[in-house]
């Protein structure tokens, strides 16, 4: 593994498990194994290498979810399988962490990667809908693109439930409930 693929990724890890203000960049060196001189050969500072480790992130997230989407047998399936794909509820949302971060709200740069990847997973899952929808398997009287929205609010708001309980349990019943609202959609 290179150097700069070694800072992405301990930057990607502490700022999921720290989040940003809060990681240093001594943490960043100690985690990736790099001395400052090569830290700063590849990253201007702490707010260029966040920008690049959550454009390595979101699009990272996109092609996973695009791949376990594009995998489902049917466009419902596809919904579900978003809904249920494991995560580390306690550890939250890579992404949906950052978002509670002044520093990253603030910055256009940082922040943009987070707002594409929740646009991405609202546009795949509103065209999931829809095509479950002329496929016959859900009802007309509703709207895809906010139902889409809620399904992706859902587990945002799952991460926030089960870290506030500490509980993983907290997190599947969130989930399931989720799958039960889909399949009340139905024809």
């Not at 290498?49 to 695009?66: C, D, I, M, P, Q």
């Not at 693109?145 to 993983?168: F, K, M, N, P």
Request: charged share 25%; aromatic share 6%.
């Amino acid at each position: 593994m290179d150097t700069r693929t070694r800072i992405l990724d301990a930057a990607a890890d502490l700022f999921w498990e720290r989040g940003y203000s809060a990681t240093s960049p001594q943490a960043l060196q100690e985690r990736s194994g790099v001395g400052q001189g090569s830290m700063y050969h590849h990253f201007s500072g702490k707010r260029d290498l966040a920008v690049a480790s959550l454009r390595r992130e979101s699009e990272r997230l996109r092609r996973s979810t695009a791949d376990l989407l594009d995998g489902a047998a049917t466009p419902l399936d596809a919904v579900i399988a978003y809904l249920s794909t494991p995560r580390a509820p306690l550890k939250g949302c890579r992404l949906g962490r950052m978002t509670q971060e002044p520093e990253v709200l603030a910055n256009d740069e940082m922040r943009s990667p987070i707002a594409e990847t929740f646009v991405f997973y609202q546009g795949r899952l509103a065209a999931l809908l829809e095509a479950a929808r002329r496929d016959g398997q859900l009802r007309a009287e509703f709207s895809p693109i906010d139902v889409a929205a809620t399904l992706v609010a859902i587990v945002q708001g799952a991460h926030v439930l089960a870290r506030s309980e500490q509980s993983a349990d907290a997190f599947q019943r969130v989930v399931a409930g989720a799958v039960q609202l889909v399949h009340a959609l139905r024809a």
